[in-house]
C-alpha cells in the first residue's frame, strides 16, 4: 500500500510490519554500517563506507526525483528500526536485457530469517506492476547466493540458465562476475493475484 504519512510529502509504502520510504540523512550511518558487514556483503562488491553513507544514498535520493521510485529506505513499524534497503531501480548499463527496472534488496543481519526481505519485496512487486504499469521486472545475482535466489523464486520469479551473464561493473577474473538473472512479467503477476483471490 502506498501512503503520505502526516502529509509528510514523501512516497511510503507499507506492508504488514515495514514501511519502505525515502531515504533521511539519519539513514546513512546505519546504512554504512550493513555495508561495512562482510555476511551483508557476502555475493556483493564491497562498497567504502565514504561512499555507502554518501554517492550510494544520493544516488538513491536522485533515481527517486528523476524516476519516482528507487531502493528504499526500510524500517520496521514497531520500532522505525532501520533494516536495509528493498526497492526497485533502473538498470544503469548496457545488457541483452535492458531497458529494464530490477528489484533489490539489502538486509541488516540482525533482521535476517524473519521473512522481510520477501515481504518488501512483494510490495515493490506490486508497486512496479500496478503503479508504473512496468511489463517486467528482473533481479540478479551471483549463482551462489542460495537465499536470494530462493526469495526470487518465492516471489514468482523465473531462471533461465541460457540468460546466465557477466556484470559489467564486476572486473574479469573476479569470482563475482558471474550473474544469474531472474524475471517476472506483468501477465505472470495478474495471473497470480488473480489466483490468490478465487
Not at 535492458?98 to 515493490?124: H, M, N, S
Not at 508504473?132 to 542460495?146: D, F, K, R, Y
Request: proline residues 7%; negative net charge.
Amino acid at each position: 500500500m502506498k501512503d503520505d504519512p502526516e502529509g509528510s510529502g514523501f512516497m511510503t509504502i507499507t506492508t504488514e510490519r515495514l514501511r519502505l520510504r525515502e531515504w533521511t540523512d539519519e539513514d546513512r550511518s546505519p546504512f554504512a554500517d550493513m555495508s561495512a558487514d562482510p555476511d551483508v556483503m557476502e555475493f556483493m562488491m564491497p562498497l567504502p563506507r565514504d561512499k555507502a553513507s554518501g554517492p550510494w544514498v544520493d544516488d538513491q535520493i536522485a533515481h527517486m526525483q528523476e524516476h519516482g521510485f528507487c531502493f528504499w529506505a526500510v524500517e520496521r513499524k514497531e520500532d522505525a528500526a532501520f533494516i536495509g534497503t528493498v526497492g526497485l531501480r533502473r538498470v544503469g548499463y548496457d545488457a541483452f536485457f535492458t531497458p529494464a527496472v530490477e528489484l533489490g534488496w539489502r538486509i541488516a543481519r540482525p533482521f535476517w530469517g524473519q521473512g522481510y526481505a520477501p515481504e518488501a519485496a512483494k510490495a515493490c512487486l506490486q508497486f512496479g506492476f500496478e503503479t508504473l504499469n512496468l511489463p517486467e521486472i528482473l533481479a540478479i545475482t551471483v549463482p551462489a547466493n542460495l537465499k536470494s535466489r530462493r526469495v526470487m523464486a518465492k516471489l514468482g520469479m523465473t531462471h533461465n540458465p541460457n540468460e546466465n551473464f557477466d556484470h559489467p561493473y564486476v572486473p574479469e577474473g573476479h569470482h563475482l562476475r558471474g550473474h544469474v538473472l531472474y524475471r517476472l512479467r506483468r501477465e505472470q503477476w495478474d495471473n497470480e493475484a488473480h489466483c490468490s483471490q478465487s
